[in-house]
């Protein structure tokens, strides 16, 4: 089955604890996209890789990493967490091109205290 | 820089009544636009997508219609039923696979 896997699922966790979540797809997609979602802001960018060992800043990378080792895996990694960090997080992936479709994970609720 | 905006919810109807979700966007060029909905505790999933002027998406009832003149991208549809019951984002792209998305419809449907 085509999907992208995001772990964990919940996290809760304490301010300054360096953190990782998972995003993994077996779609063979190029394209990857870290979004978080906040009441009344919608899904806002991250950080996005065009390919293996490729990546960028989004809309609002700070605070966050990421790496692309492999294909399939994209990462993103919490140096030191702070509350204005606790959203929503999804993983998406799609093919390379201007009108494909993105497939997202089931997303990671996040809280910071 | 691309904006989407759409309507605030909730919007709650009775079963089988008339939906519209109000979609406009702001872009440089010439974008593609999407609905995409999420369930309760789901990711989301792409329900219709327009990549040019004019096109109509639809997908399971749903219809929007690219309007360039009025910049907008309404999600419709004739006949809700409680298993619509979502979140929905309008959404568009500009170049490459980058989604700018809106703040999201919450759409609450009672029998």
């Known amino acids: 089955e085509a999907q992208v896997t995001q772990n964990p699922r919940y996290l809760i966790t304490v301010t300054g604890k360096k953190l990782t979540v998972t995003c993994s797809q077996n779609?063979?997609?190029?394209?990857m996209s870290w979004y978080r979602q906040d009441p009344g802001l919608g899904l806002r960018q991250i950080y996005y890789?065009?390919?293996?060992?490729?990546?960028d800043k989004g809309d609002v990378p700070e605070g966050y990493k990421v790496s692309r080792k492999e294909k399939r895996n994209f990462p993103l990694i919490l140096e030191s967490p702070s509350p204005n960090q606790t959203s929503l997080y999804f993983c998406a992936s799609s093919p390379r091109g201007k009108n494909t479709e993105a497939f997202f994970g089931q997303g990671t609720r996040l809280t910071v205290v | 820089g691309n904006s989407v905006t759409q309507m605030e919810g909730p919007v709650t109807l009775s079963e089988e009544a008339f939906l519209t979700i109000n979609c406009t966007y702001t872009?440089?060029?010439?974008?593609?636009l999407f609905w995409y909905v999420q369930y309760p505790g789901e990711g989301l999933q792409l329900l219709l997508k327009a990549t040019k002027a004019d096109d109509k998406g639809s997908n399971k009832g749903f219809e929007a219609t690219y309007r360039k003149e009025t910049t907008s991208f309404h999600l419709e549809k004739g006949s809700v039923q409680v298993s619509d019951s979502a979140v929905y984002f309008c959404?568009?792209?500009?170049?490459?696979?980058?989604?700018?998305f809106g703040a999201g419809t919450i759409l609450r449907v009672k029998s």
């Open positions: 959404a568009l792209s500009e170049g490459g696979n980058k989604l700018v």
């Open positions: 872009a440089t060029g010439y974008p593609s």
């Open positions: 890789s065009m390919n293996v060992e490729v990546t």
């Open positions: 779609m063979n997609h190029e394209y």
